[in-house]
């Protein structure tokens, strides 16, 4: 924030920030009355334009509203964002019961860059024998949704549409096969393409 966002938000004449005035903004969270203080509106109309139903208003009135929260460097509140739009922005991946090796990290790994680059956060959830901690997890989270890499138990299903969450496995593209097997003949393919003709396996431990 600049001299004159500064003064802007403490309300005084912009020759008298000092030093001080500057650390003390700069440790103040900025708040939603802060940024309808700025742009001369109403926290109605910032929140309505922050969460993208500002279709409404003018133009000009859209852009002071964005141009105060960027001055200000004013973080929409996750937990008005999720009241706001009945979800959040966490994505639930649920961790299948097996070696969390090089791979495993890998996909994870992608898939946390690929949804912060589309503003949402992705929350691994251990899967367990019962569905009541995944539960729990939904009630307080109201994730955008739930993914895993193996096929939801009927109970998770069952959850899930009860929840309202979209849920995506291995067969929400309607393919019924198992996904182990779908793995292995992955797999095979690209060694025998590379010329190999004798195979074998080795299981793990927990497979």
Known sequence: MDHLGIARYLGIESHLVTRVNTLYAARVIATSED?????????????????GRGQRFATATRERVAQAAAELEYQPSAAGRTLAKGSSDIVIAVVPNTTFGGNLQDIFQTATEELAGRGLTLL????????????????GMKPRAVVSLTPFSPSERQ?????????FDPTTGGSRRDVNVEIGALQARHLIARGYRRLAFAPLHDA
Do not use: W
């Open 35 to 51: 940024v309808a203080k700025l742009a001369g509106v109403s926290r109605a109309t910032v929140s309505q334009i922050l969460n």
């Open 124 to 139: 691994l959830h251990l899967s367990g024998s019962t569905t009541g901690p995944l539960d729990r997890v939904i009630a």
């Open 159 to 167: 959850l899930l549409e009860a929840r309202g969450v979209k849920a």
